[in-house]
T-cell receptor, first 115, second 116 residues
Framework: DAGVIQSPRHEVTEMGQEVTLRCKPISGHNSLFWYRQTMMRGLELLIYFNNNVPIDDSGMPEDRFSAKMPNASFSTLKIQPSEPRDSAVYFC?????????????FGPGTRLTVL | AQSVTQLGSHVSVSEGALVLLRCNYSSSVPPYLFWYVQYPNQGLQLLLKYTSAATLVKGINGFEAEFKKSETSFHLTKPSAHMSDAAEYFCAVSGISSGSARQLTFGSGTQLTVLP
């Protein structure tokens, strides 16, 4: 299996621009998670989906952030407009099911820099 | 509510020495506990997990952890450190009830340095 695929791996953009991060989960996994990692705040869960339906978006920092999962094999995280404080590594993870004993498999991350 | 506390944000050991990374949890439901490792510029990957089957859990790369309910701990150990073990290690907890307890809550991480 190719694992969780994220693109792009690196993104540099200017403040005010729209940024779209993409994720392809492992085939057969029905839960998908978006995390953000920074030195200051550590690893934060932003939103998660089950069977393509958003379950909990309470971790999304602001209305500038939105996430979609149009089908079982694709999800996007969009920031519009972007700000320098959004600079972080964004991880997508997928899992056979919600939490419990299920292992989450992480992608390699997208390193976002907003100038 | 559930939470994880990792004692020591940085741990240094000599190559060949014992590795001990500490994790204490708080959970209102029977917990499931995980250790993940993150190598530089990579995503997190599972080292091992406790699912109530056995209190001593063996993982990859020679790591193991012991669940101690009385101490609410799940410390990670390895008898002999290798240079390739240098990475950041995250403890995480999840539960079986609804809402946020069904999701992973991560600790703040411990950076392990292995000295030659």
């Amino acid at each position: 299996d190719a694992g969780v695929i994220q693109s792009p791996r690196h993104e540099v953009t200017e403040m005010g621009q729209e940024v779209t991060l993409r994720c392809k989960p492992i085939s057969g996994h029905n839960s998908l998670f978006w995390y953000r990692q920074t030195m200051m705040r550590g690893l934060e869960l932003l939103i998660y989906f089950n069977n393509n339906v958003p379950i909990d978006d309470s971790g999304m920092p602001e209305d500038r952030f939105s996430a979609k999962m149009p089908n079982a094999s694709f999800s996007t995280l969009k920031i519009q407009p972007s700000e320098p404080r959004d600079s972080a590594v964004y991880f997508c993870a997928s899992s056979p099911g919600l939490a419990g004993t299920n292992t989450q498999y992480f992608g390699p991350g997208t390193r976002l820099t907003v100038l | 509510a559930q939470s994880v506390t990792q004692l020591g944000s940085h741990v240094s050991v000599s190559e060949g020495a014992l590795v001990l990374l500490r994790c204490n949890y708080s959970s209102s439901v029977p917990p499931y506990l995980f250790w993940y490792v993150q190598y530089p510029n990579q995503g997190l990957q599972l080292l091992l997990k406790y699912t109530s089957a056995a209190t001593l859990v063996k993982g990859i790369n020679g790591f193991e952890a012991e669940f101690k309910k009385s101490e609410t701990s799940f410390h990670l150990t390895k008898p002999s450190a290798h240079m390739s073990d240098a990475a950041e290690y995250f403890c995480a907890v999840s539960g079986i009830s609804s809402g946020s307890a069904r999701q992973l809550t991560f600790g703040s991480g411990t950076q392990l340095t292995v000295l030659p």
